[in-house]
């Protein structure tokens, strides 16, 4: 059985490595996230490293494009590229641009960061493999404030039409976007009950329990002919103190040194 919570602490120093070099934004919302991207490609997804291109393989979105930093150090840790790549994110003709880019790093499915474009993407993989009779799956990671974007429930209604149980959503619930707490901005409430009245079936888990994660991941679909979302409620900043402590700031901020330190220090401690 995989070591889920070491993988994720080495998945945790790859996206502070990666922010600490090159001074970007939303380390938070990368680490928010780095739990569930463990349980995907470390026990979930049909891929393999060394055909990424494999036809019959499954599809993982991160719609969340700005939080990409978490899924190169995922797939470095997956075999799909050298570790040693991390070291230039963002830089100049780097293969790890600072959102999200197809034909950039191998295992990078799709360009995203304009949100509210992965689930479309998604819901359209999704629907050619049924008609092309294909049994691979799709996923799509989201973050809870683009499901401020309207064509999120557009595309929810589309897939919930179409019967597409081979689509899966995941969605980061950190509670904060760009300008403050999501609630604040946009109140979502009821959200589970929310897409459950859009024709799909929901469990909401927290989003850092890799048991819950896990098990619920291998449940699915939900139901037969009806597309499924996990809500997995987290904290932005997840395994760094004082990221958690306050998560606006580190939508944008970016560790110092003696913050880095700090923070691969914590992870070291960590059960």
């Known amino acids: 059985m995989n070591n889920y919570k070491e993988i994720a602490k080495e998945i945790r120093r790859g996206i502070l490595l990666q922010h600490f070099l090159s001074k970007e934004s939303h380390v938070g919302s990368a680490l928010s996230c780095a739990d569930i991207l463990t349980v995907l490609y470390f026990g979930i997804l049909k891929i393999n490293p060394k055909k990424p291109s494999d036809p019959n393989r499954d599809r993982f979105i991160l719609s969340k494009g700005h939080a990409v930093a978490a899924l190169y150090a995922t797939l470095a840790e997956k075999g799909f590229f050298p570790k040693k790549m991390l070291e230039t994110f963002c830089q100049n003709d780097s293969l790890l641009p600072g959102h999200s880019t197809k034909d950039t790093a191998p295992g990078v499915e799709v360009s995203t960061g304009g949100l509210g474009h992965g689930l479309p993407m998604g819901i359209g993989m999704a629907l050619a493999a049924k008609q092309d009779k294909k049994n691979h799956r799709i996923f799509v ?101 004082y990221m958690e402590k306050n998560q606006l700031t580190w939508h944008y901020k970016n560790p110092n040194e003696e913050q880095h330190k700090i923070a691969l220090s914590e992870l070291d401690k960590q059960p």
């Not at 929810?156 to 901005?185: C, E, P, S």
Request: with cysteine; hydrophobic share 40%.
């Open 141 to 241: 990671l989201m973050s809870d404030g683009e499901c401020n974007e309207g064509t999120t429930w557009e595309s929810a209604l589309f897939a919930a039409h179409h019967r597409l149980d081979n689509i899966v959503v995941m969605v980061d619930r950190n509670g904060q976007q760009g300008l403050g707490k999501t609630k604040d901005i946009i109140n979502m409430d009821p959200f589970k009950e929310k897409w459950e009245a859009f024709g799909w079936s929901a469990k909401e888990i927290d989003g850092h329990n890799i048991i819950a994660i896990e098990k619920t991941l291998q449940s699915i679909p939900f139901k037969k002919n009806v597309p499924s979302i996990i809500i997995a409620n987290t904290i932005k900043g997840k395994g760094v103190s």
